[in-house]
């Protein structure tokens, strides 16, 4: 007899074993042969290694048809684990939307709402590096950290990077009680803000731990080989030339990068170039690489936010 434990990294346990185990209980009647333990994200699964190997194959499609659909209902999962459940994914009316990224927090649906969000999405399949650029309320953050999460669950990635540079977080900084990371964080909240509409709470909090998602300021990276990860640089119109050129060149075998950034809200002294812009110039035509500007037909928040983008955008004109 084999024992295995595997791990349930891309889904919540709840939604394989269901409350008090009534979903896990229909698994165990299609597969008497097997032994299964559930202990939180962990189960214990005991038996002939052909069966085991049986075993994952069902459980995966279980967990791709969740991630596609945003449920696993009882009656669902009678299907999949069925005769003819391995046909379930491939059809059309039980296929979701393209424009959904991934299922989020209590059934919250996250998807590219505008063009240039849809964009990003199918960029990002096709490049390695994508800097999406545009206006404050475009969703370009919050698009890019939904592509990063769906990229770990789907282990395309082994890890999550999210960096920002902390203009303040100099000397400026020194006054504010606490240690690095309590003054640093007000800085990323915006980052945390994306991932607890996406991750449970729990689960992130263990992710962070063990450096599965890593928060940091862009002065971090230096040094570092980042291979196997999606890294996101945010606010990246605040990066000077030497800054950005370091965070591209961290870029490591099998690893994505988006730089999102707003060219009009730049808070370096008058003095010191953006690296966000000259990057945007040098590397234009760079195959692997795509630049899409978000504008403010892409503004999803409040409605007045499209309306003060373009009156301060008027203003600017007429000065």
């Given amino acids: 007899m084999t024992e295995k434990i595997i791990t349930l990294d891309s889904i919540e346990p709840v939604e394989i074993y269901g409350v008090n185990d009534v979903k896990l209980n229909i698994i165990k009647k299609y597969f008497p042969k097997l032994k299964l333990i559930a202990r939180g994200y962990s189960l214990k699964v005991l038996g002939e290694t052909t069966e085991i190997a049986r075993f994952e194959k069902k459980l995966e499609m279980l967990s791709d048809y969740y991630h596609k659909n945003g449920l696993l209902t009882e009656a669902v999962l009678e299907r999949l684990l069925g005769p003819t459940g391995d046909n379930i994914l491939e059809s059309k009316d039980e296929a979701a939307s393209n424009d959904i990224i991934l299922f989020g927090n209590n059934g919250l649906v996250i998807k590219a709402k505008t063009d240039n969000q849809r964009k990003m999405v199918n960029s990002i399949l096709k490049n390695d590096m994508l800097f999406a650029i545009g206006p404050a ?12 999460v769906k990229a770990l669950k789907n ?26 990371k309590e003054k640093l964080d007000p800085y990323m909240q ?12 729990e689960k992130l909090n263990q992710y962070i731990e063990n450096r599965t998602i890593q928060i ?17 640089l945010d606010e ?3 990066t000077t030339e030497s800054q950005m050129k370091m965070f591209l060149t961290r870029m490591g075998a099998n690893a994505k990068f988006i730089v999102t950034g707003d060219a009009t809200q730049v808070d370096l002294p008058i003095k ?3 690296g966000l812009l000259q990057a945007l110039r040098i590397l234009k035509k760079v195959e692997g690489i795509e630049i899409i500007e978000l504008n403010n037909s892409d503004v999803i928040r409040h409605k007045l936010v499209r309306s003060i983008i373009e009156r301060y955008e008027a203003t600017k004109k007429s000065d």
């Fill in 155 to 180: 282990k395309e990635v082994k890890r999550i990077i999210l960096t920002r540079p902390a203009v303040e977080a100099g000397e400026n900084l020194g006054f504010l009680p606490g240690d690095l």
């Fill in 137 to 148: 309320g475009t969703g370009k953050t919050y698009t890019a950290v939904a592509l990063a």
């Fill in 272 to 274: 010191q170039p953006s």
């Fill in 216 to 232: 940091a300021p862009l002065a971090f990276m230096r040094g570092r080989t980042l291979d196997n990860a999606f890294v996101i």
């Fill in 190 to 201: 915006p980052l945390y803000d994306a991932l607890n509409d996406m991750v449970p709470t």
């Fill in 236 to 238: 990246a119109q605040n």
